[in-house]
């Protein structure tokens, strides 16, 4: 990534000058000597009483919180950078947990961007200070020289004196003492466009993520979202299990239990008969709807036989056609087939709800270890997947596995939903 401050300087070296980019870099250099001056003098207080009061133990939870003085200086330097550089500085710092104070802090403690913003703000801020404060004391020179002229006219009456100790008698004697001063606020222009520069490497070098820390934290949460789809399946199957083996069979044994009482009033008497038949009926309605519910969370038939038999068997309860072409060479992982098998659940809705479809092409194959999974319908198009939250709800969670889905439906049809997911790492 580029400076942009001399890339403006190289893009136009003249035009640099009427720019706004030295008045930015003129107040950047000028906050930070202010800034490094006062940050300096903050930091050699807390270490100096933190030593000092160590005798007696208090100085020690001072030392300890001034490891983490780094903290705010590299926050703020990041937030000042904003000034000249266009792209922001991203933040190092992963987020921290709700925990406690302590937790929070120890964890601080341990990242390595802590002690890089900390070697920052005791040895480099000092630096960056006494330059900027120098480069101010130039610039004001430069400014007062430029500015002789008025000041030999307004104090016609007294001897004004360039710093050389030349008198000057008239404001024509000044104009050289002027041209100077431009030249100096021109070099100024450039050579704090130089130390900007520098500056802004340097803060980029200490305080952003490294290349390392970032793709461990993209490693990191990679696998924490692979973590969270096995617990979210894992839950699915003990929802599953719970319902089939508990609330399913209690309502089998109640309409038995029914239909024994049933028997056992025969004709004797009509009217409670008439009710233990409406309550098997809506015990038998009961039942019905778990199961639908069962094989909404997750289909029995899918964890015994896989995702081929699983989606020809919702394919079989469509309200139209369904051409089903699924030909896998082994099982493939849980959440892979869970994923497959409610993008085609959700699709086959889709197209019956929505589409005016006559007939829905399901296939699968697997290809370069990828699962390849197509589902087209002979409806008007016109679909829009983010319109509705379930093909949108899909497509998250089929990235948390490194997969992609994605729907093309032109108007007038067809739509055709293209999902890809890797069946491994």
């Known amino acids: 990534m580029g400076i942009a401050v001399w890339a403006a300087v190289r893009r136009r070296p003249l035009r640099f000058l009427w720019s ?14 202010a800034f490094g001056i006062a940050a300096v003098l903050l930091f050699v207080f807390l270490v100096v009483a933190g030593l000092a009061l160590s005798v007696i ?10 490891a983490l003085f780094g903290l705010p200086v590299g926050r703020f330097e990041r937030r000042r950078l904003r000034v000249v550089e266009p792209r922001p500085v991203p933040n190092p710092h992963p987020p921290l947990p709700e925990t406690g104070v302590w937790r929070r802090v120890r964890l601080r403690w341990r990242e390595r961007v802590t002690w890089r913003e900390l070697g920052y703000a005791a040895l480099v801020l000092p630096v960056f200070a006494v330059v900027d404060v120098a480069f101010t004391a130039l610039l004001g020179l430069s400014l007062v020289l430029v500015a002789t002229p008025v000041v ?3 104090l016609s009456h007294e001897t004004v004196m360039v710093p050389a100790g030349h008198a000057l008698d008239g404001w024509i004697d000044a104009l050289p003492v002027a041209g100077a001063g431009l030249a100096g606020v021109v070099l100024c222009a450039y050579v704090g466009a130089l130390l900007v520069g520098v500056q802004v490497y340097v803060a980029r070098l200490l305080l952003s993520p490294r290349d390392a820390e970032t793709k461990a934290r993209i490693v990191e949460l990679t696998r924490s979202r692979a973590r969270l789809v096995d617990a979210f399946e894992a839950e699915r199957r003990r929802i599953e299990r719970d319902l089939h083996d508990g609330a399913q069979q209690q309502l089998v044994a109640l309409s ?10 025969g004709g004797e008497h ?13 015990a038998r309605d009961a039942l019905t709807g778990l199961r639908d519910l ?9 964890g015994d036989h896989g995702l081929a038999a699983a989606v020809a068997e919702v ?9 089903v072409d699924v030909d896998l060479p082994r099982r493939l992982p849980s959440p892979v087939e869970t994923m497959a098998y409610f993008t085609v659940t959700e699709a086959l809705t889709n197209s019956a709800k929505h589409s005016g479809a006559t007939r829905v092409e399901v296939s699968a194959r697997l290809a370069d270890d990828h699962l390849v999974l197509d589902v087209v319908d002979d409806g008007h198009g016109g679909a829009d997947p983010a319109a509705g939250a379930g093909l949108r709800g899909l497509a998250d969670r089929l990235a948390i596995l490194g997969g992609r889905l994605t729907v093309h439906s032109p108007v007038g049809g067809p739509t055709r939903i293209h999902v890809e997911v890797p069946c491994s790492g």
């Open 20 to 33: 706004a980019w030295p008045w930015r870099c003129w107040a950047h250099l000028l906050g930070g000597g």
């Open 57 to 66: 133990g208090i100085g020690v939870p001072i030392l300890a919180a001034t």
């Open 152 to 154: 030999v006219v307004a």
């Open 256 to 265: 038995i239990t029914l239909g024994l009482a049933e028997l056992e009033l």
């Open 270 to 282: 009509p009217r409670a008969a008439e009710l233990l038949v409406r309550a098997r009926g809506e």
């Open 294 to 302: 069962i094989q909404g969370i997750h289909p029995q038939v899918l």
């Open 315 to 323: 394919a079989g309860r469509h309200p139209f056609p369904v051409t």
